[in-house]
Protein backbone atom coordinates (compact mmCIF):
# COMPACT_ATOMS: atom_id res chain seq x y z
CA UNK A 1 0.00 0.00 0.00
CA UNK A 2 0.97 3.80 -0.69
CA UNK A 3 0.60 6.33 1.53
CA UNK A 4 -0.57 9.69 0.74
CA UNK A 5 1.58 12.56 1.33
CA UNK A 6 0.75 16.97 0.51
CA UNK A 7 2.29 18.76 -2.13
CA UNK A 8 5.11 20.36 -0.80
CA UNK A 9 7.75 18.24 -0.75
CA UNK A 10 11.50 19.38 1.25
CA UNK A 11 14.95 19.57 0.20
CA UNK A 12 16.68 20.16 -3.20
CA UNK A 13 18.80 18.01 -5.68
CA UNK A 14 21.06 18.56 -8.57
CA UNK A 15 19.51 17.93 -11.92
CA UNK A 16 22.81 16.07 -12.94
CA UNK A 17 21.50 12.94 -11.61
CA UNK A 18 24.88 12.52 -9.03
CA UNK A 19 24.09 9.86 -6.45
CA UNK A 20 21.95 7.40 -8.35
CA UNK A 21 23.20 4.36 -6.17
CA UNK A 22 23.70 6.18 -2.89
CA UNK A 23 20.88 5.69 -0.16
CA UNK A 24 17.85 7.90 -0.35
CA UNK A 25 16.82 9.99 2.46
CA UNK A 26 17.86 8.47 5.82
CA UNK A 27 17.65 5.08 4.92
CA UNK A 28 20.96 3.60 2.92
CA UNK A 29 19.43 0.76 3.17
CA UNK A 30 19.06 0.98 -0.82
CA UNK A 31 19.94 3.06 -3.62
CA UNK A 32 18.36 5.15 -5.88
CA UNK A 33 18.65 3.13 -8.95
CA UNK A 34 17.17 0.12 -7.24
CA UNK A 35 14.14 1.74 -5.61
CA UNK A 36 13.33 2.48 -9.31
CA UNK A 37 14.22 -1.32 -10.79
CA UNK A 38 12.22 -2.51 -7.93
CA UNK A 39 9.07 0.10 -8.43
CA UNK A 40 9.77 -0.87 -12.64
CA UNK A 41 9.04 -4.83 -11.39
CA UNK A 42 5.83 -4.14 -9.72
CA UNK A 43 4.46 -2.27 -12.62
CA UNK A 44 4.61 -5.78 -14.45
CA UNK A 45 2.16 -7.19 -11.48
CA UNK A 46 -0.67 -8.85 -13.09
CA UNK A 47 0.80 -8.78 -16.54
CA UNK A 48 0.75 -11.95 -18.71
CA UNK A 49 3.20 -11.03 -21.46
CA UNK A 50 6.01 -8.03 -21.89
CA UNK A 51 8.14 -7.38 -24.72
CA UNK A 52 11.78 -6.39 -23.12
CA UNK A 53 13.85 -3.97 -24.13
CA UNK A 54 17.87 -4.25 -23.15
CA UNK A 55 19.10 -2.35 -19.86
CA UNK A 56 16.76 -1.39 -17.51
CA UNK A 57 13.87 -2.39 -18.64
CA UNK A 58 15.28 -5.92 -18.69
CA UNK A 59 16.21 -5.95 -15.11
CA UNK A 60 12.75 -4.86 -14.32
CA UNK A 61 11.41 -7.93 -16.39
CA UNK A 62 13.24 -9.96 -14.91
CA UNK A 63 12.83 -9.09 -11.39
CA UNK A 64 9.04 -9.02 -11.58
CA UNK A 65 9.60 -12.77 -12.68
CA UNK A 66 11.31 -13.68 -9.61
CA UNK A 67 9.13 -11.19 -7.13
CA UNK A 68 5.46 -9.95 -8.45
CA UNK A 69 4.72 -12.25 -11.23
CA UNK A 70 6.42 -15.51 -11.61
CA UNK A 71 4.01 -16.32 -14.51
CA UNK A 72 5.48 -13.32 -16.38
CA UNK A 73 6.01 -14.47 -20.30
CA UNK A 74 9.48 -12.34 -21.59
CA UNK A 75 9.40 -11.69 -25.03
CA UNK A 76 12.60 -10.31 -26.66
CA UNK A 77 13.22 -8.86 -30.06
CA UNK A 78 15.63 -11.28 -31.14
CA UNK A 79 12.36 -13.47 -31.35
CA UNK A 80 12.53 -15.34 -27.79
CA UNK A 81 9.06 -15.45 -26.18
CA UNK A 82 9.15 -17.29 -22.53
CA UNK A 83 12.80 -16.50 -21.60
CA UNK A 84 13.48 -17.77 -18.48
CA UNK A 85 17.26 -16.51 -17.92
CA UNK A 86 19.28 -17.57 -14.81
CA UNK A 87 21.09 -13.85 -14.82
CA UNK A 88 20.76 -10.52 -16.68
CA UNK A 89 20.93 -11.37 -20.74
CA UNK A 90 23.86 -9.27 -22.26
CA UNK A 91 21.93 -8.14 -25.41
CA UNK A 92 19.20 -9.00 -27.42
CA UNK A 93 20.94 -11.96 -28.77
CA UNK A 94 22.45 -13.40 -25.54
CA UNK A 95 22.29 -17.58 -26.22
CA UNK A 96 20.62 -17.59 -22.36
CA UNK A 97 17.50 -16.03 -23.78
CA UNK A 98 17.16 -18.65 -26.40
CA UNK A 99 18.65 -21.74 -24.00
CA UNK A 100 15.79 -21.16 -21.37
CA UNK A 101 12.91 -20.04 -24.33
CA UNK A 102 9.64 -21.72 -24.61
CA UNK A 103 9.90 -20.89 -28.56
CA UNK A 104 12.31 -19.05 -30.81
CA UNK A 105 10.61 -17.52 -34.05
CA UNK A 106 11.95 -15.22 -36.73
CA UNK A 107 12.51 -11.74 -36.27
CA UNK A 108 10.52 -10.93 -39.16
CA UNK A 109 7.77 -13.58 -37.61
CA UNK A 110 8.02 -11.69 -33.91
CA UNK A 111 7.01 -8.15 -35.84
CA UNK A 112 4.35 -9.23 -38.07
CA UNK A 113 2.85 -11.45 -35.89
CA UNK A 114 3.14 -11.83 -32.46
CA UNK A 115 3.76 -7.45 -31.61
CA UNK A 116 1.91 -6.03 -34.92
CA UNK A 117 -1.04 -8.45 -34.29
CA UNK A 118 -1.37 -6.96 -30.88
CA UNK A 119 -0.51 -10.55 -29.01
CA UNK A 120 1.60 -8.31 -26.29
CA UNK A 121 0.00 -6.92 -23.21
CA UNK A 122 3.47 -4.66 -22.37
CA UNK A 123 5.92 -3.26 -23.79
CA UNK A 124 8.81 -2.05 -21.68
CA UNK A 125 11.33 0.62 -22.62
CA UNK A 126 14.25 3.11 -22.06
CA UNK A 127 14.92 6.64 -23.19
CA UNK A 128 17.70 8.65 -23.53
CA UNK A 129 15.66 11.91 -24.12
CA UNK A 130 12.13 11.63 -22.37
CA UNK A 131 9.61 14.86 -23.23
CA UNK A 132 6.02 15.85 -21.35
CA UNK A 133 3.72 13.64 -23.53
CA UNK A 134 6.28 10.23 -23.08
CA UNK A 135 7.78 10.53 -26.51
CA UNK A 136 11.15 9.26 -26.52
CA UNK A 137 14.54 9.66 -28.42
CA UNK A 138 16.81 7.25 -28.36
CA UNK A 139 18.46 8.25 -32.06
CA UNK A 140 20.79 11.49 -31.96
CA UNK A 141 21.01 14.65 -29.41
CA UNK A 142 22.33 17.90 -29.96
CA UNK A 143 26.11 18.75 -28.05
CA UNK A 144 25.75 21.92 -28.28
CA UNK A 145 27.52 24.55 -31.03
CA UNK A 146 30.66 23.90 -32.92
CA UNK A 147 30.13 20.41 -31.50
CA UNK A 148 29.09 17.26 -33.56
CA UNK A 149 25.95 15.25 -32.96
CA UNK A 150 25.64 12.86 -30.60
CA UNK A 151 24.85 9.46 -31.86
CA UNK A 152 22.67 6.97 -29.75
CA UNK A 153 21.86 3.10 -30.55
CA UNK A 154 18.68 4.02 -32.31
CA UNK A 155 15.49 2.67 -32.57
CA UNK A 156 15.56 -0.60 -32.80
CA UNK A 157 11.75 -2.40 -32.31
CA UNK A 158 10.94 0.91 -29.89
CA UNK A 159 8.33 2.19 -32.91
CA UNK A 160 6.72 -0.11 -32.95
CA UNK A 161 6.69 -2.06 -29.13
CA UNK A 162 5.21 1.64 -28.19
CA UNK A 163 2.72 1.13 -31.33
CA UNK A 164 1.14 -2.37 -30.61
CA UNK A 165 1.75 -3.10 -27.36
CA UNK A 166 -1.70 -2.91 -24.88
CA UNK A 167 0.29 -0.20 -23.14
CA UNK A 168 4.18 0.84 -22.39
CA UNK A 169 6.42 1.34 -19.49
CA UNK A 170 9.13 3.67 -19.45
CA UNK A 171 11.95 3.07 -16.80
CA UNK A 172 15.00 6.16 -16.85
CA UNK A 173 16.80 8.19 -14.06
CA UNK A 174 15.04 11.53 -13.31
CA UNK A 175 17.25 14.30 -14.71
CA UNK A 176 17.29 17.53 -16.41
CA UNK A 177 19.08 15.58 -19.33
CA UNK A 178 16.72 13.12 -19.59
CA UNK A 179 13.59 14.50 -19.01
CA UNK A 180 13.42 17.42 -21.46
CA UNK A 181 11.30 20.35 -22.85
CA UNK A 182 11.41 19.41 -26.52
CA UNK A 183 13.21 16.07 -28.09
CA UNK A 184 16.34 16.52 -30.23
CA UNK A 185 14.54 13.78 -32.12
CA UNK A 186 11.86 11.65 -31.87
CA UNK A 187 12.56 7.97 -32.15
CA UNK A 188 9.25 6.68 -31.01
CA UNK A 189 5.29 8.27 -30.16
CA UNK A 190 4.01 8.47 -26.76
CA UNK A 191 1.35 10.68 -26.73
CA UNK A 192 2.42 12.75 -29.50
CA UNK A 193 1.26 16.14 -28.95
CA UNK A 194 -1.79 15.15 -26.74
CA UNK A 195 -4.92 13.21 -26.50
CA UNK A 196 -6.10 11.72 -30.01
CA UNK A 197 -2.45 11.52 -31.20
CA UNK A 198 -2.64 7.54 -31.97
CA UNK A 199 -5.57 7.23 -32.60
CA UNK A 200 -5.59 9.82 -35.54
CA UNK A 201 -2.44 7.17 -36.47
CA UNK A 202 -3.78 4.22 -36.10
CA UNK A 203 -2.27 2.88 -32.78
CA UNK A 204 -3.81 -0.18 -31.27
CA UNK A 205 -2.33 0.33 -28.22
CA UNK A 206 -3.13 2.70 -25.08
CA UNK A 207 1.07 4.37 -25.17
CA UNK A 208 2.40 4.75 -22.04
CA UNK A 209 0.62 4.62 -19.10
CA UNK A 210 3.63 5.33 -16.57
CA UNK A 211 7.19 6.34 -15.95
CA UNK A 212 9.23 4.95 -14.02
CA UNK A 213 12.35 6.84 -12.51
CA UNK A 214 14.65 6.86 -9.47
CA UNK A 215 12.34 9.82 -7.98
CA UNK A 216 8.91 8.91 -8.32
CA UNK A 217 6.35 7.33 -10.84
CA UNK A 218 4.52 10.19 -13.85
CA UNK A 219 2.03 8.88 -15.67
CA UNK A 220 -0.09 11.14 -18.22
CA UNK A 221 -3.02 13.21 -17.46
CA UNK A 222 -6.06 11.45 -18.36
CA UNK A 223 -7.38 15.18 -19.94
CA UNK A 224 -4.05 16.05 -21.59
CA UNK A 225 -1.97 12.69 -21.82
CA UNK A 226 0.60 15.42 -20.31
CA UNK A 227 2.60 13.42 -17.59
CA UNK A 228 2.38 14.39 -14.03
CA UNK A 229 3.93 13.51 -10.61
CA UNK A 230 1.44 10.42 -9.11
CA UNK A 231 4.10 8.83 -7.01
CA UNK A 232 7.10 9.64 -5.20
CA UNK A 233 9.44 6.94 -3.44
CA UNK A 234 10.62 7.15 0.23
CA UNK A 235 13.14 10.20 0.94
CA UNK A 236 12.27 11.67 -2.46
CA UNK A 237 10.59 15.30 -2.39
CA UNK A 238 8.22 17.09 -4.92
CA UNK A 239 10.79 20.02 -5.01
CA UNK A 240 13.64 17.42 -6.16
CA UNK A 241 11.37 15.78 -9.10
CA UNK A 242 10.65 19.44 -10.36
CA UNK A 243 13.84 20.87 -10.30
CA UNK A 244 15.09 17.70 -11.89
CA UNK A 245 12.58 17.69 -15.02
CA UNK A 246 13.06 20.09 -17.92
CA UNK A 247 9.31 21.39 -18.22
CA UNK A 248 7.35 23.05 -15.41
CA UNK A 249 6.25 19.22 -14.02
CA UNK A 250 2.44 19.16 -12.34
CA UNK A 251 2.04 17.19 -9.67
CA UNK A 252 -1.17 15.06 -9.12
CA UNK A 253 -4.51 15.82 -6.60
CA UNK A 254 -3.30 12.75 -3.56
CA UNK A 255 0.45 12.41 -4.53
CA UNK A 256 1.45 9.03 -2.88
CA UNK A 257 4.50 7.08 -1.78
CA UNK A 258 5.64 4.03 -2.52
CA UNK A 259 6.36 1.08 -0.40
CA UNK A 260 9.49 0.52 1.08
CA UNK A 261 11.86 -2.36 -0.44
CA UNK A 262 11.78 -6.08 0.75
CA UNK A 263 14.14 -7.51 1.72
CA UNK A 264 13.28 -10.13 -0.74
CA UNK A 265 13.03 -7.78 -3.29
CA UNK A 266 16.35 -6.01 -2.56
CA UNK A 267 17.63 -9.85 -2.30
CA UNK A 268 16.61 -10.85 -5.61
CA UNK A 269 17.64 -7.52 -7.37
CA UNK A 270 21.30 -8.04 -5.88
CA UNK A 271 21.72 -11.35 -6.55
CA UNK A 272 20.23 -11.06 -10.41
CA UNK A 273 22.57 -8.28 -11.32
CA UNK A 274 25.21 -10.08 -9.20
CA UNK A 275 24.61 -13.12 -11.70
CA UNK A 276 25.07 -10.26 -14.37
CA UNK A 277 27.94 -8.97 -13.87
CA UNK A 278 29.63 -12.45 -13.54
CA UNK A 279 28.95 -13.33 -16.72
CA UNK A 280 29.75 -10.23 -18.62
Not at 89 to 113: C, K, Q
Not at 163 to 186: K, Q
Request: charged content about 20%; some cysteine; hydrophobic content about 40%.
Amino acid sequence: MSGTVGDTGRGTASDTGDGADAGTGDDARWGRDELMEINAARALTGAHSCFVGIGLPSTAANLARRTVNPDLVLVYESGTIGSRPTRLPLSIGDGELADTADAVVSVPEMFNYWLQGGRIDVGFLGAAQLDRFANINTTVVDRGPDRPEGRLPGAGGAPEIAANCGEVLIVLRHTRRNLVPALDFVTTLGHGTGPGDRAALGMRGAGPTAVITDLGILRPHPDTAELELTTLHPGATVEQAREATGWDLRVAEGLTVTEAPTEAELSALRALKGAGRRAA
